[in-house]
Nanobody, 126 residues
């Protein structure tokens, strides 16, 4: 399984970006995908998740109302729309995926996910 993330860049505070993550597995195998981020000197933290079959979405409190997670079933691609960006959103953003069959406690936990993309850098200047 491969996850290919893209879309990062350098923007000013208040601007927007859209991240994409293409997955090389079938929709029938995929339980959920998510976005995490890791800022300089910080641990990797949850941003948003999407249950692939139900379409149910969840967000970290720090991004609610500013970030939107979505999917394209035909392209097997997960998106993250980042609006009203802040300097504290600066981080490497990673996409992650987990297949059906795994006991899942929370989609917000790093150790829920078996597959990770390579990361894409988002830098927000003030």
């Amino acid at each position: 399984v491969q996850l290919q993330a893209s879309g990062g860049g350098l923007v000013q505070a208040g601007e927007s970006l859209r991240l994409s993550c293409a997955a090389s597995l079938g929709a029938g195998m995929l339980y959920a995908m998510a976005w995490f981020r890791q800022g300089p000197g910080k641990e990797r933290e949850f941003v948003a998740a999407l249950a692939w079959g139900s379409g149910s979405k969840s967000y970290a409190d720090s991004v609610k109302g500013r970030f939107t997670v979505s999917k394209d079933n035909d392209k097997m691609t997960l998106y993250l729309q980042l609006d009203n960006l802040r300097p504290e959103d600066t981080a490497v953003y990673y996409c992650a995926a987990v297949e059906w069959g795994k006991t899942i406690i929370s989609l917000a936990r790093v150790n829920t996910y078996d597959y990770w993309g390579q990361g894409t850098q988002v830098t927000v200047s003030s």
